[in-house]
């Protein structure tokens, strides 16, 4: 496996865990404490990071708006969204405005 995963999280214990397991996998890892962290460093390394794992819950910039301000700058990227909240709850906090366009 090769690549480079941005973990994002304001939890030092959880980020640098799956930064750990991540790294015996192969991959390379870069971490960010918050969101506003994650865009400088997905900035400066957007030619190698393969994918995102983001907590969704974070102060500051939240990981749905970290998730949207990355879909910006490269639609594909894969994210990966951790949260304790349920699937429904997730969806609700992550999805997009509705296109007033179309009203």
Known sequence: ?????????????????????????GFATLEARNGAEALALFDQHAATISLVLLDLTMPGLSGGDVMAA???RCAQLPIILSSGFSEQEAIRRTAAPPDQSRV
């Open 1 to 25: 496996m090769a690549g480079t995963v941005l973990i994002v999280d304001d939890n030092a214990a959880l980020r640098s865990t799956a930064a750990e397991l991540l790294q015996q996998m």
């Open 70 to 72: 990355l879909h910006q």
